[in-house]
């Protein structure tokens, strides 16, 4: 068996774990060079590069894979489609990996940035950013962004570079990998006196919960960019469905 996982996800490394065990021929496709530390020890083809539709089409028709697995973030929509697309002209057996979600009432949902940014406006406070480096752009729309906003993204110097190009202060960058116990985001919350948090809607695996029972804990508000919706399979239901062609 042959299998191609993109994704440098919690999901695309234990998948690469789940079938590196079985001795599975793995091809993992990585966005970032960030996330190859974590498998370095297994098993498996490892790629850091990224794939448009064609260059996914090419390496669907380079290789024999029995299927493809799609462990990509939630927010990353545009290449899903590129990978379904690509999956369906080769005629290869697609899998989308989605994760399960719990709703909080106490936190605030928002299907948009825009609608976020909007709210920050209208309110004063400092912000925990912690959607990643992706969006940062979007975010210097807060009034004052410069001083509330205290940004918590990957150690990696291209989000860093990022951060500072948008100019977003030194000393507001926090540069860590997570997932963070309740305990420490409770600490960071209160060194920076945080009247917000705000965070993609996400699996336990990305300590989302523990983002939202430390905003109950020191009584700040909790916003949540939803994730888009998407259809697809669970990651245990997956291992089931494959375990019995291992």
Known sequence: MHVCIFGGTTEGRLLSEFFSKYHVKVDLILATDYGEQFVKKLNINVHQKRLDKKHMIELFNKNIFDFV?????PFAKIVSQNIKGASECCNIKYYR???????YDEC????NIEDIVSYLNQSEGNILLTTGSKDLDKFTNVNNYENRIYVRILPMESSLKRALELGY????????????SEDLNVAMIHFIDAKFLITKESASSGGFEEKVK??????????VLKKPEEEGITLENFKQIVRGNI
């Not at 697995?69 to 973030?73: K, Q």
């Not at 202060?169 to 963070?180: A, H, V």
């Open 69 to 73: 697995v799609d462990a990509t973030h």
């Open 97 to 103: 990996i989605v994760r399960e979600i719990e709703k």
């Open 108 to 111: 605030t949902y928002f299907n």
């Open 169 to 180: 202060s030194n000393k507001n960058i926090i540069c860590m990998q997570g997932p963070f």
């Open 214 to 223: 430390a905003c109950n804990r020191t009584n700040i508000e909790c916003f």
